[in-house]
């Protein structure tokens, strides 16, 4: 729905290299004006961020090594489901989750939801699926 709002390709659960058992990408968005293949992980319910995040990162080296054209850059964003659960694994590990998420995620939602050019650090934000919206995740101090 984003993705064709701000005239870009969106590919749903994108193998992240061709076998019977590979991974995939929850969402692959790419845009050919801005040169850019946006990966896109939503998290329902994230339990394990260590796990998740070493999935992430292992699908980024498959996409690079395999997927991504030569003129095109890699941008990665997880969408947390906006519920208790994930709400609490962010106030419980702030400083791990700005460590693996430094891009800005007010400009990651305006990615996202505008079409304007994503960050080049990976980012962070809220999605709440019945409304359809995304919306920055501000981490306290």
Known sequence: MFARRAGRAG???LPTRPSASAGVVDVAIR????????LVEIWNRLSDLGAASRSTSRKIGEVEAAILPRTYRLASCWLLVDNAANRA????????????FPGSSLNWVRALAEGSDPPSSAGIAWIDPRSGTITELRLHS
Do not use: C, H, K
């Open 11 to 13: 590919e749903f659960e």
């Open 31 to 38: 845009d050919d004006i801005q040169r850019v293949l946006i």
């Open 89 to 100: 694994i962010v106030r419980r590990f702030p400083e791990i989750v700005r460590a693996r």
